[in-house]
């Protein structure tokens, strides 16, 4: 493809302005050999439209703050190479889906976070630092279920994926559930009947309908949909035991 | 709540789905070969075991469709809570009713056709 072309070395992105209540502004941008979706945001900040306002923080796929979405998909824009996403040079970038949205790319993930809480997503410790340090087997069965969801970067691109969370906002959602799965199956937590009965109740892990939209856009390579349905599996025989109150 | 209710609604469905097989290979059978009312009330009328089978169907039936029903009517409107709840306990009472009298019209010797 000829590259002498002012307008083909030129990318058209429409960008997000406003709250809840807006619409999208069109930017000229230039096309660069390699950029990522948030380089092209920050170029439209800096030099066009000094007031849009996104978040973002290390740039490298690890803070999980950048997500936004790109053509209609949820993704970590630091990440993503405009050439992956650009369909004839157009991209159309948007705030998270599923969470309120307080300005342009920005949404406020306290909801998010909240259902972190009401998940019961904080470790539990049994020891004190008097203790020995607990003797963790790295092959054993639980431990690789809790190491298989562990790298979550809290993005909020699996809730923003989720068609249940869209239903029902009550709905904790992949995140929180896959974080407590990671901590019922840690030896050294000590609250898995309380998490288990946290998850268990009319918003937690029996809604997940296996649709895996979390699994096909977590961009660590998760599967929470397998947690959730690990943490069903687990509530199911508490249940039969009479152990879940 | 829920996960009693998840629970039913799993056990329910495995109940459900080899009777629907046979259910359905019935029916294909009845209609193909062309037996009349009176000759299908022949066979049911008296039998322990279409009660049974029957019986058990309506029974998982009544069970699987209102719980299904309320996660979808929970997902796709606003209707949620007691009331939700009441409703479908109705609609699930209203289903164990009517499967209940059309297996007793079936099985019972001497029922009216």
């Known amino acids: 493809m000829s590259q002498t072309g002012r307008s083909e070395r030129e990318l058209t992105v429409e960008v997000w302005r406003g709250g809840a209540e807006g619409r999208f502004e069109r930017y000229r941008v230039p096309a660069r050999e390699n950029q990522s979706v948030l380089d092209l945001v920050t170029w439209v900040q800096r030099h066009l439209e000094p007031a849009l306002a996104y978040r973002f923080a290390c740039r490298v796929g690890m803070c999980g703050s950048c997500a936004m979405t790109v053509n209609g998909r949820p993704r970590w824009t630091c990440r993503t190479h405009v050439g992956q996403v650009a369909k004839g040079g157009r991209l159309k970038i948007a705030p998270l889906g599923n969470l309120p949205v307080i300005r342009d790319l920005v949404t406020d993930m306290t909801p998010f976070f909240e259902k972190w809480q009401r998940a019961r997503g904080r470790f539990s410790p049994t020891r004190t630092r008097e203790d020995e340090p607990a003797a963790v087997d790295p092959g054993s069965k639980a431990r690789r279920a809790a190491d298989a969801g562990i790298e979550c970067i809290n993005c909020a691109v699996c809730t923003a994926a989720c068609d249940v969370v869209r239903w029902n906002p009550d709905y904790l959602g992949p995140a929180a559930l896959n974080r407590a799965w990671t901590l019922i199956n840690d030896a050294r937590d000590g609250a898995r009947a309380a998490r288990l009965a946290a998850v268990s109740g009319a918003a937690g892990c029996h809604n997940c309908h296996s649709h895996q939209g979390c699994a096909e856009h977590c961009p660590m390579g998760l599967n929470p949909t397998a947690a959730i349905a690990g943490l069903k599996r687990a509530s199911l025989i508490a249940l039969l035991k009479g152990e879940l109150s | ?113």
């Open chain 2, 1 to 113: 709540m829920t996960a009693w209710l998840s629970l039913l609604q799993r056990l329910s469905a495995l109940v459900l789905a080899p009777l629907v097989l046979v259910h359905l290979g019935l029916m294909v059978y009845a209609i193909g070969d062309g037996l009349t009312a009176a000759e299908i009330l022949g066979r049911t009328r008296g039998s322990l075991f279409w009660a049974l089978f029957y019986g058990l169907f309506v029974i998982a039936a009544a069970v699987h469709g209102p719980i299904g029903l309320r996660t979808v009517l929970a997902e796709m409107t606003a209707w949620r809570g007691r009331s939700l709840d009441r409703a479908l306990l109705a609609f699930g009472l209203v289903l164990l009713a009517l499967g209940a009298r059309a297996v007793l019209a079936v099985v019972l010797p001497g029922a009216a056709p």
